[in-house]
């Protein structure tokens, strides 16, 4: 760090989703730099002793539980656990805690559609906003971008590919030459399987190479992680869906690439650690220790890549199909994946049948791109009736 930059005070940090494994892998890195960060204000949705435990390590100036009736529990816990901080709870809290005015940087880190307001209000707020939750971008692209322009925020990517072409890219001058993006994808737990008969969710949430939540580790299982990023992509770096490719690299040791006119090909190589991307975000332009372990290229077996089989994994090809069907029919595939997921998680539908539900929301009609989060908000509420309906007749 120059001499000057420790002089700086240490910049505050809005951890949204403080209690998820993106929370907790933000909180180890900014651990690590407490003359540069510190915790401004923490959020979860309803664990209260983990969220109080939270604010023991880190002292926030701000608390919100997103369930509202918690709100008491946790100001009665701060108190008795010696935690002086503002409490608050809800939509209202968590829009509160998105646009603390004290803080720089906010790290949308919440799972869903859920977190689609707060990572608004941040962007509007003109914070720094490292983007986790990959649902918000994909159900409101325009709008969260249009955001980023009115507030003059500045938007980071730390979900691992997204990051990787960021890097890549190294700025506008960059995308000079661009041909395609190379999205790597693991290829799951069932890269390897043919049978999805009886597949249970400890099987599913079991990912061979990254520790994460339980939605997202459904999703790698079933692909859809990686179709939600391809328009995650197409938004972020405004390259057509045609210009976004996914190869099966089961190592994830490249985390994603982007091909040139020339017939040069960059990538972004770590070990799958997300304190990596996070640290870049964090950091950017500046380059801060993650705590990731390094890359050790002797001891590396294999990097290999293969097609990803759409036959067995329909959610990819149902990503892409709705990119290509316009903003409306995102917001009800996002809408769809979440409702049949947590189906799933509940033991009532079958793994395959998560991509049956998908598509038949889909068959249904697109209503007109959204122009306004509200719009967004009853796309993704219609999506869910859809996926409920569809859900009904059919069981695990
Ligand atoms: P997680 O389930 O571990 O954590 C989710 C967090 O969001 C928790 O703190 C939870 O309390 C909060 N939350 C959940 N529902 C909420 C609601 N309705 N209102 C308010 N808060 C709510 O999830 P995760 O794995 O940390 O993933 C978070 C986001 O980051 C997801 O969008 C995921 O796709 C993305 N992401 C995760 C990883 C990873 O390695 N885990 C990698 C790339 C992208
Ligand atoms: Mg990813």
Known sequence: MAEDERALPPQGVVVLGATGSIGASTLDVIARHPQRYRVAALTAHGRVDELVALCLAHRPQLAVIGEAQREAQLRER?????????????????LEAAQWPDARVVVAAIVGAAGL??????????????????????????LLLEAVRSGGAELLPVDSEHNAIHQCLAGAAGRNGLRRLILTASGGPFRQRHDFAGITPEQACAHPNWRMGQKISVDSATLMNKGLEVIEASWLFDVPRTQIDVVVHPQSVIHSMVEFGDGSVLAQLGTPDMRTPIAYSLGFPQRIDSGSARLDFLTLKDLSFEAPDLQRFPCL???YQALAAG??????????????????????LAFADIAAVIAQVLDGT??????????????????????HQALAGRSA
């Open 78 to 94: 701060l108190q008795a656990a010696g935690v002086a901080c503002r409490v608050a709870s809800g939509a209202a809290g968590l």
């Open 117 to 142: 307001m707060p990572a608004i209000a941040a962007a509007r707020a003109g914070k720094r906003l490292l983007l986790a939750n990959k649902e918000a971008i994909v159900c409101a692209g325009t």
């Open 317 to 319: 090809g149902l990503a």
């Open 327 to 348: 903003p409306a029919a995102s917001i009800l595939l996002n809408a769809a994946n979440e409702v049949a997921v947590a189906a799933f998680l509940a033991r009532a």
């Open 366 to 387: 697109h209503p007109a791109a959204p122009d306004s989060v509200d719009a967004v908000l009853e796309i993704d509420a219609l999506g869910r009736r859809r996926a």
